[in-house]
Nanobody
Framework: QVHLVESGGGSAQVGKSLSLSCTVS????????LAWFRQRPGRERDRLAE??????????AADVEGRFSLSRDISGNTEYLRLLMNSLNPDDTAQYFC????????????????WGQGTQVTVSS
């Protein structure tokens, strides 16, 4: 059974940094996508960053590119997806979700069958 568990998050002041981690286990498909989405209050769930292990390709949404950094480690059947968030601003306040899907990465959250429980990030001035 696939498990995704997020950790990290919390509160930060504008301009500071936070780090999120996601432990991903038991994905049955060798070719799969790992991604972070976020859902800001009153808005849809948006793709934030993704990692495609097949070729190591990393994607960032335009509003976080240059500020957020995604990395991935692997140990046995467990993968660790980390998101370092720098230069935070109030618009980064959201519930952050780790997710995975078989095959390539896509931007439609309904195409991702496996999700973590989410972790809250709140940025204040």
């Amino acid at each position: 059974q696939v498990h995704l568990v997020e950790s990290g998050g919390g509160s930060a002041q504008v301009g500071k940094s936070l780090s999120l981690s996601c432990t991903v286990s038991e994905i049955p498909d060798d070719s799969h996508c790992l991604a972070w989405f976020r859902q800001r209050p009153g808005r849809e769930r948006d793709r934030l960053a993704e990692f495609f292990p097949d070729d190591g390709r990393i994607y960032y949404a335009a509003d976080v590119e240059g500020r957020f950094s995604l990395s991935r480690d692997i140990s046995g059947n467990t993968e660790y997806l980390r998101l370092l968030m720098n230069s935070l601003n109030p618009d980064d306040t959201a519930q952050y979700f780790c997710t995975a899907r078989p095959g390539v990465c896509v931007d439609d959250p309904t195409e991702y069958p496996w999700w973590g429980q989410g972790t809250q990030v709140t940025v204040s001035s």
